[in-house]
């Protein structure tokens, strides 16, 4: 069963770093996109960012462009996404995804989600 389950979240000051964990189960990561995403309280679910794991390539958002880095661990089957100089609009519940076959980059073709993990930026 396709799994993945999300987290590292908590409270954090504006300007601190956090880095959430994206960990699967039932497939491996290397051949799939995984993509990041975000639902801020009264709001719609965002994309954050996308990683093709099997060759590197990113995406991002526009408004954590150069603050959020997504990479991955295959060893661990784990997809990261480093989140620096925290802002008090990134506060939301993040979710991992992923698009098993690559069918539409950046990650707007998904397949199983996980379960969210609330991050929550104090100004």
């Known amino acids: 069963e396709v799994q993945l389950q999300a987290f590292g979240g908590g409270l954090v000051q504006a300007g601190g770093s956090l880095r959430l964990s994206c960990a699967a189960s039932?497939?491996?990561?290397?051949?799939?996109?995984i993509g990041w995403f975000r639902q801020a309280p009264g709001k719609e679910r965002e994309g954050v960012g996308c990683?093709?794991?099997?060759?590197?390539?990113?995406y991002y958002k526009g408004s954590v462009k150069g603050r959020f880095t997504i990479s991955n661990d295959n060893a661990k089957n784990t997809v990261y996404l480093q989140m620096n100089s925290l802002k008090p609009e990134d506060t939301a519940v993040y979710y991992c995804?992923?698009?098993?076959?690559?069918?539409?980059?950046?990650?707007?073709?998904?397949?199983?989600w996980g379960q969210g993990t609330l991050v929550t930026v104090s100004s």
């Open positions: 990683i093709s794991v099997s060759d590197g390539r990113t």
């Open positions: 995804a992923v698009d098993l076959y690559g069918g539409s980059w950046p990650c707007n073709a998904l397949d199983a």
């Open positions: 039932g497939f491996t990561v290397d051949d799939t996109d």
